[in-house]
């Protein structure tokens, strides 16, 4: 085995036919950055180190798994250890592979892997952290594996490796001889080549990587051939869905015409498990039919009399108060309330299960896959190492595929019913018994004095969120699952004070985070805890300027902390047209955030002349996030918080109503339509430093104040509660 | 078992089923075509907009009895074998998607947009109301307009 190190990486070969390497990945030093202006802030946690950060290290002894192999026809694999939902990661991480190899992106294949419990901590795809995680080592294993060809060209021709070129996968010598890599795959893999010096390129030689590219998998996803779960052939797996209880965690006490539900047309097989009752059938329409037929009489669930106002008053008497001021300190307050709101993937959870007596093999979009495969091994009592789960690029996730519990039931019901299956949620119980943003209360209180703003406080009072997927493997998951909710409430904060953090200099700045502990199917939805308590920021940003008497981009420029920052900010300003003349009723609104190393400008247009029908009619975004893989990839990022944010702060949320939202599908879970989207969006990327920031759920909370100040802009109005147009305007359907 | 034939992508099929099962599930389930997703189950969110005679239609709440002896194309019937139609081919240019699942729905939608009104305005794409829950909606809408202005 050949093995070389350069600075901290090192690459080893793997033993195969064909040419496969593996690189290590050392600590990553951290370098903090500096700040200046104003009234100095002190560093929050989340500016010395965020989140990503503590993935990364937490990631890196097992980073050296990263596999990348070329085959006899030069086409170069690699096994992603993340899950793709639409984020347009193989992409990106295609793009690392053919740039550092000199090879053209469609040689490059990338497969999602297979939960991998070696890999720790190494294969949960969220916190915006992908990129930033894999840059490096995909970069660096890629490398390895053209030096290994290009040696072994070498070789071959008894030259130099120096005097070598690569173009398009193809190595050619200075006197016109050329081998392709398929050609020097076997010798690359099998030869005793001597240390290598392995080097990525520079930024600066980068021809692919910085360019806008598109999708690896367009094709696949314009012409139907993209395969999902329930779109795979596993032979022999049939349709089945779970009818569920009328309010949320509530258990099955006795199915009362089970005999009559069997009979009916295509059904296969019923089964209670502890989630609902099962019916499996020959086409998901009968399933439907059947799980609707079925008479259940139902125990409690874990949130029965509770709605809404109850959950609002419990938050509000949780958020703490804020400090007492003397009368003459000058300050700008507001309370704020924002609504739960489901992940809604237009995939509902799904999953294929195949349970044997000896063997399982489950089939989900997983981005926490290690923990489920724990979890599923557990439920049908076998090893670990017996069941396979396959992580299958899914229908978006926003969060929500972090949690496994479509896998969870499928497996269950295959060992029950003793025949492989296909599980879907309906829309119905996807909205009702899926995952939610928990809602939150937020106060707010800035303090100000001869133009400075002196201090900054706020209390944020949220729903427990979830997580106890944990870092993506079963030992973080099962501290996180601690009694009491000890684990998780610790995994609350952390995660808290590793995002959360102002991009102001406002004197002395506070944010803290006070959980209440209610059971309901939460989780981290894009942004996690950003959007809402970023995004209500933003709003009391904007009153302080107008109480300074300061236009809102203005006001910014001069408390933001870096020129960096300001850029961004000047670009959104000065493409948006800021200050432009509107209609009545019409009004531009800024927003700004920083996170996980990038920042983010959002300015909209909107139209509220019917202040219950806004519409943002156009949007400019600007974002610095360090070194960018794909600015195609990045726009579409940015375009989808910018979505997301309106949808959010207009008209999208979930009302609780005695233990269950009222709302069950998209006709009633008002996200954005295209008669709601922007008819004119303008996205700038910066390109900036030379390591990549995170940037899938960078864009929310800029977006959300961008929205809502325009909104309060545009109807003189001081939004406090969101979404802002939040009616029940429907009929619930049936529990 | 009542049996109904009619075609879909140009194959003449023949599927034994109940008269009210939904053709979604005899495309998905008993004829293994799957580019049709199922998102809803009510024609609210779009995602398995397919055509029936030409018209876009929601086959999640279209009978299969209905489409007897007509012409169902899905999203996989929509090019000409390998050569993609001017709406995929704006919608590869855009790089329109980003989770896909709801994207042939949409496209089938835009091409029977574009059957309709050859030079759509913006207000004739805001009718389009399939869901993207990945946010895509401005690419979607210069997708349409390239393809649009392509065909002239």
């Known amino acids: 085995m050949s093995r070389h190190s350069r600075r901290r990486f090192l690459t080893y070969l793997v033993a195969a036919p064909t040419l496969a390497v593996a690189t290590k990945l050392g600590l990553d030093a951290y370098a903090p950055g500096s700040a200046d202006a104003a009234i100095p802030t002190p560093p929050a946690p989340a500016d010395l180190v965020d989140l990503g950060d503590l993935l990364i290290l937490a990631g890196a002894p097992t980073a050296h798994m990263l596999v990348l192999r070329v085959d006899e026809e030069g086409l170069v694999h690699f096994r992603l250890p993340r899950e793709e939902v639409g984020q347009g990661l193989t992409t990106a991480m295609a793009m690392l592979v053919a740039e550092e190899l000199d090879t053209p992106l469609d040689h490059v294949r990338v497969r999602l892997d297979d939960a991998r419990p070696e890999l720790l901590f190494n294969q949960l795809t969220g916190s915006s952290n992908s990129v930033r995680s894999l840059y490096d080592p995909v970069r660096h294993t890629a490398a390895a594996a053209r030096a290994r060809l290009v040696r072994a060209a070498a070789r071959q021709w008894g030259l130099d490796a120096q005097d070598l070129t690569v173009r398009r996968g193809v190595v050619s010598a200075p006197d016109g001889r050329t081998a392709s890599y398929g050609s020097l795959s076997a010798a690359a893999a099998s030869l005793d080549l001597g240390p290598l010096v392995v080097r990525p390129k520079k930024a600066s030689e980068h021809t692919l990587v910085g360019t806008p590219t598109s999708r690896i998998d367009a094709r696949d996803l314009v012409t139907g051939r993209q395969v999902y779960t329930l779109d795979l052939d596993v032979p022999g797996a049939k349709p089945c869905m779970v009818r569920r209880p009328p309010t949320i965690n509530g258990t099955v006490k006795s199915v009362n015409n089970e005999a009559a539900v069997r009979a009916m047309p295509g059904v296969l097989d019923v089964v209670t498990i502890d989630t609902g009752v099962a019916v499996v059938a020959e086409t998901f329409g009968q399933a439907l039919d059947a799980k609707e037929a079925l008479d259940v009489s139902w125990g409690p669930g874990t949130v029965d009399g509770l709605s809404d106002r109850d959950i609002r008053a419990r938050l509000k008497a949780a958020t703490p108060s804020l400090d007492l001021l003397g009368p003459l300190v000058k300050k700008v307050e507001g309370e704020f309330d924002f609504a739960f709101v489901g992940h809604a993937p237009l995939e509902t959870n799904s999953a294929v299960a195949d349970v044997r007596a000896d063997r399982a093999e489950i089939w989900s979009g997983l981005k926490s896959p290690i923990v489920a495969r724990a979890a599923i091994a557990e439920a049908v009592g076998l090893p670990a190492s017996k069941v396979t789960v396959h992580v299958v690029q899914a229908g978006g996730s926003f969060g929500r595929r972090l949690f496994h519990d479509a896998a969870l039931e499928a497996a269950v019901v295959s060992k029950k019913s003793g025949r492989p299956i296909r599980l879907m949620w309906s829309r119905i119980d996807d909205t009702r018994h899926g995952r939610m943003r928990p809602a939150t209360h937020h106060r707010i209180r800035a303090t100000y004095a001869a133009g400075q703003v002196l201090s900054f406080q706020h209390r944020v009072a949220a729903v427990e969120t979830d997580f106890r997927h944990g870092l993506g493997d079963a030992l973080t998951a099962a501290a996180a699952s601690l009694p009491s909710g000890i684990g998780n409430a610790t995994f609350a904060q952390t995660l808290f004070l590793t995002t959360v953090k102002s991009p102001y200099h406002f004197g002395i700045t506070t944010q803290t985070l006070t959980e209440v502990p209610i059971r309901m199917h939460t989780g981290s939805w894009r942004s996690v805890y950003s959007a809402n308590t970023r995004g209500a920021e933003e709003i009391i940003v904007d009153e302080l300027a107008a109480r300074l008497g300061k236009d809102p981009v203005t006001f910014r420029r001069e408390f933001l902390r870096t020129a960096r920052q300001r850029a961004v900010l000047d670009k959104v300003a000065e493409e948006g047209q800021w200050g432009r003349a509107l209609p009545d009723g019409w009004a531009q609104g800024v927003g700004f955030h920083d996170e996980y190393k990038s920042c983010t400008a959002c300015l909209v247009e909107i139209d509220a002349t019917d202040p219950k029908k806004p519409r943002v009619t156009r949007a400019v975004i600007a974002a610095d996030v360090g070194r960018v893989v794909n600015p195609r990839g990045l726009e579409a990022q940015l375009l989808g918080g910018l979505t997301d944010a309106i949808s959010t702060t207009l008209r999208a949320g979930l009302h609780i109503d005695k233990g269950l939202p009222l709302e069950g599908s998209y006709s009633q879970f008002h996200y954005a339509r295209q008669k709601d989207s922007p008819q004119d969006v303008r996205i700038h990327v910066i390109e900036g430093a030379d390591e990549p920031g995170g940037a899938g759920e960078l864009g929310v909370p800029a977006a959300v104040g961008a929205v809502a100040n325009a909104y309060a802009r545009a109807t003189g109005t001081r939004p406090r509660s969101f979404p802002v147009t939040f009616d029940v305007d429907f009929t619930p359907f049936p529990r | ?152």
């Open chain 2, 1 to 152: 078992m009542p049996s109904h034939t009619f075609t879909v992508n140009g194959e003449t099929v023949t599927v034994e089923a109940p008269d009210d099962l939904p053709l979604l599930w005899a495309l998905r389930d008993l004829l293994g075509i799957r580019g049709p997703k199922y998102g809803c189950g009510i024609d609210v969110c779009k995602a398995c907009t397919s055509h029936l005679d030409g018209e876009a239609v929601r086959p999640c709440v279209v009978p299969v009895s209905e489409a007897a002896g007509r012409r169902v194309t899905t999203i996989e019937g929509l090019a000409d074998g390998e050569k993609l139609h001017p709406v995929q081919e704006a919608w590869l240019e855009q790089d329109v998607a980003q989770c896909g699942y709801c994207q042939p729905g949409q496209i089938m939608a835009a091409v029977a947009l574009l059957k309709r009104t050859s030079n759509p305005t913006d207000a004739d794409i805001d009718e389009i109301a399939n869901v993207c829950r990945c946010g895509t909606y401005f690419r979607i809408r210069e997708a349409i307009k390239s393809a649009a202005a392509k065909a002239g």
